[in-house]
């Protein structure tokens, strides 16, 4: 595993997030395509809580408490719970933004992590490594929703215009 790889990938991640957002505005961020889909500002929302209350905390747990009960989380019911579509878009994205060079510091800050020591639960093990893989895939797999989430907002405005042109989706 390349650590220092992922780390820099967790850097890009959040600029990459941060332009895909810039020409947003607040009411196409909380338009969602269909009922049951995240908009694009629950989905901002949710990589904010995540960087606060998951992956940070949990590879902090894994590295520095590995005998500590897992900290719950409860990401779907944040969604509704915590009105993530009431929230405003450039204070989420700040907020984010934020926390991510939290992250990044924390990071750089750790001495020689044990990235092959592992967090065993009633769920299974998890290793330290396994932990910061899955925080640059969870990144990688919402960029996608957002993308996803883009092309949506686009097919709103070029309307009654047709893209197939373009190429297939």
């Known amino acids: 595993m390349k650590h220092e790889t992922l780390y820099q990938e967790l850097i890009n991640d959040a600029g990459v997030i941060s332009k ?3 020409s947003v505005t607040q009411a196409e961020a909380s338009y969602k395509p269909q009922p049951e889909a995240w908009s694009i500002l629950e989905v901002l929302c949710h990589l ?3 960087e606060r209350e998951d992956f ?3 590879l902090d747990l894994i590295l520095h408490h590995p005998h500590e009960p897992w900290t719950p989380i409860n990401p779907q019911d944040w969604v509704i719970s915590r009105k993530y579509n009431q929230r405003d878009l450039a204070e989420m994205l700040s ?5 991510r060079r939290q ?4 990071l750089k800050s750790l ?8 967090y065993t639960s009633h769920w299974g093990s998890m290793k330290a490594g396994d932990m910061l893989s899955a925080w ?3 990144d990688n797999l919402h960029i996608r929703q957002l993308v996803d989430l ?3 907002r686009l097919l709103n405005f070029t309307a009654p215009y047709d893209v197939r042109y373009a190429g297939d989706w």
């Open 95 to 99: 907020n984010f933004v934020d926390e």
């Open 150 to 152: 883009k092309r949506a």
């Open 20 to 22: 895909l957002l810039d």
């Open 56 to 58: 940070r905390a949990h």
């Open 48 to 50: 904010y809580d995540e």
């Open 111 to 118: 001495l020689a992590p044990d990235w092959e020591i592992k």
């Open 103 to 106: 992250s990044l510091s924390w």
């Open 136 to 138: 640059v895939a969870h």
